[in-house]
T-cell receptor, first 112, second 113 residues
């Protein structure tokens, strides 16, 4: 079945460091891929998405490219801020759109 | 921006009691979902709902769970007889159609004691 494998955390970075959180997927057909963010005490917020191969999703300085050849959707940011501290979830929507599959989440802490 | 709203934000209930979690999806959305997240664990799919019926459900969604769209705007999740292991954050979500972007509410924390 469809699934998402996400880099284990927690990740601790200094402010202005480069961030990569790895995400790979297994799916039938051509799923849509997403990154969601959960700030402390809050719900899930859509960060960015990509719906087809080679699409790049971007938002708030974060980017991820849908790579079909490596079945990956790694999240990157060139310079993290303390306010980026949160849990990041990679997710996949199957081709029917009926189900979302979430990764286990990666906790990011950015220290000043 | 339109959003999915959920009530209550937090509920404490005794084991064995019935609980109803309420959601108001985005108004022109047609597909509705419930997910849950046990503290520190991954987000788990419970059920999807379309055209006034359940379209898919997980093994978590047993006979103790039910969903309803009673009035065309609300979408509720009922747990008939809560257990300690039902303690979790429950997220409602909706999507319009083929775009496949699901929008989540802020969640309802359920604590069963």
């Amino acid at each position: 079945g469809d699934s998402v494998t996400q880099m284990e955390g927690p990740v601790t970075l200094s402010e202005e460091a480069f961030l990569t959180i790895n995400c790979t997927y297994t799916a039938t057909g051509y799923p849509s891929l997403f990154w969601y963010v959960q700030y402390p005490g809050e719900g899930l917020q859509l960060l960015l998405k990509a719906t087809k191969a080679d699409d790049k999703g971007s938002n708030k300085g974060f980017e991820a490219t849908y790579r079909k050849e490596t079945t990956s959707f790694h999240l990157e940011k060139g310079s993290v801020q303390v306010s980026d501290s949160a849990v990041y979830f990679c997710a996949l929507s199957d081709v029917t759109g009926n189900q979302f599959y979430f990764g286990t989440g990666t906790s990011l802490t950015v220290i000043p | 921006e339109p959003e999915v709203t959920q009530t209550p934000s937090h509920q404490v209930t005794q084991m064995g009691q019935e609980v109803i979690l309420r959601c108001v999806p985005i108004s022109n959305h047609l597909y509705f979902y419930w997910y849950r997240q046990i503290l520190g664990q991954k987000v788990e799919f419970l059920v999807s709902f379309y055209n006034n019926e359940i379209s898919e459900k997980s093994e978590i969604f047993d006979d103790q769970f039910s969903v309803e769209r009673p009035d065309g705007s609300n979408f509720t999740l009922k747990i008939r007889s809560t257990k300690l292991e039902d303690s979790a954050m429950y997220f409602c979500a909706s999507r319009k159609g083929r775009e496949n972007t699901i929008y989540f509410g802020e969640g309802s924390w359920l604590t069963v004691v």
